[in-house]
């Protein structure tokens, strides 16, 4: 950041406060060479978060997805509307929290099962049934033997 009046490289940082309504932060400098100051602001790009699907095509992640995925899977089940927002909640912020720009749709479905794993053995087969897309019912009773277990 060049010095507007000087075209100085070299500047000093002397207040930054964040500006709330848009989440850029003012920074007010001072030009190391003519003294004189001089605003900047800093934005934060926000990269929309892409998913990848099993055919290659990306979608824009949408939150309310994984609500709904999970509220189907809890169908009738003993769990609370309040539960249901908690884990959509947690697999959203491991979503986050990865930081990347991508993420697979494999790799969300993982993250909802092993949210739903410890909400409710049920819904988690259910999710887990149609995630999976069992080939075969040996594969579909060998998950179950491991939840027996
Ligand atoms: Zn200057």
């Known amino acids: 950041m060049n010095c507007p009046y000087c075209q100085s490289p070299e500047s000093k940082v002397v207040d930054s406060r964040t500006v709330a309504r848009d989440s850029s932060i003012r920074r007010r400098r001072e030009c190391l060479d ?3 100051r001089f605003t900047t602001y800093e934005y934060i790009v926000k990269h929309p978060l892409l998913v990848v699907k099993k055919n290659g095509q990306r979608v824009e992640y949408e939150r309310q997805r994984i609500e709904r995925s999970i509220r189907i899977a809890c169908n009738k089940r003993p769990v609370s509307a309040d539960q249901i927002l908690d884990a959509a909640a947690q697999v ?3 979503i986050e929290d990865r930081g990347h720009v991508e993420i697979t749709s494999a790799q969300i479905g993982d993250l909802v099962m092993e949210t739903l794993k410890n909400l ?4 988690y087969i259910r999710f887990a049934s149609v995630y999976h897309e069992f080939q075969d019912l040996g594969e579909f009773q060998s998950e179950i033997e491991q939840l027996r277990e």
């Open 92 to 94: 959203h912020k491991q």
């Open 120 to 123: 409710d053995k049920v819904a």
């Open 34 to 36: 003519c003294q004189r």
